[in-house]
């Protein structure tokens, strides 16, 4: 077994499920410090490298608020919370790994000002890169300069891989436990905050599920109803 499995084989045994006081269960995530400190507490020489190289080989996923910003012909940004892209952990990894990473970074295109360095800060769970294209000039076709900003990062329960007598491969483990209170917290929250108006259970249902999919969960839809269809009861209540 190597280094990242070993790595792997841990943070899969950590407690990624909380009791509810209904007796309920509830799946939490835990911070990027916090599972690089466990780690290096059982022993790992580079429990850092260990995490980076597993979500950039998609072995992890973890979530947490950015910003990015990229201009290659056009100008592109946005913001948000959610999944942090895999792409986004390969290119981190690749400007840890360079003799580059320590050199600041000063862009042409992107409204930046100053020199923006590289920053993997996992102990305060945030990292921050910027790029150019080496040796071309702004004009050219194919420069680019990008721009990435990620804070309060957190490591989503990582899946259990076994294999089945018939030797095809499947999710082992317990059931994946979905965290539906703070789902339907936050879509109770958007109705009470914006002016959002759900006009049947369905309304509700998408938002749902739009914000499992922003925090990298995949429910079935048929599960997401009843807690819709309650939702929406409630919301009405409250209306009339």
Do not use: C
Request: no cysteine.
């Amino acid at each position: 077994m190597t280094d990242h499995q070993s790595a792997l084989k841990l943070i899969q045994q950590l407690e990624w499920e909380k009791a509810a006081p209904d007796g309920s269960t509830f799946e939490v995530r835990r911070s990027l410090s916090e599972v690089i400190n466990q780690l290096a507490f059982e022993g790992f020489a580079n429990p850092s490298k260990a995490v980076l190289d597993l979500l950039a080989d998609g072995q992890l996923r973890a979530v947490g608020l950015y910003h990015w910003e990229s201009a290659r012909l056009e100008h592109f940004s946005g913001e948000g919370s959610g999944v942090i892209p895999q792409s986004r952990w390969q290119k981190i990894r690749q400007i840890q790994q360079s003799k580059y990473r320590f050199l600041k970074v000063s862009f042409v295109i992107l409204d930046f000002e100053g020199e923006q360095p590289f920053v993997w800060d996992w102990q305060r769970d945030h990292v921050t890169y910027a790029t150019v294209s080496e040796g071309l000039h702004f004009t050219a076709l194919e420069y680019e300069e990008d721009y990435f900003y990620a804070s309060e990062i957190e490591i989503q329960r990582p899946e259990v891989a076994t294999t089945s007598n018939s030797g095809s491969k499947n999710t082992g483990g317990r059931p994946r436990v979905y965290e539906w209170e703070r789902a339907v917290a936050a879509v109770a929250l958007s109705w009470g905050n914006t002016n959002w108006e759900p006009t049947k259970p369905a309304d509700v249902a998408e938002r749902l599920l739009e914000w499992f999919s922003k925090n990298g969960q995949e429910p079935a839809n048929a599960a997401v109803k009843p807690y819709a269809k309650m939702l929406f009861e409630e919301i009405q209540a409250v209306k009339d």
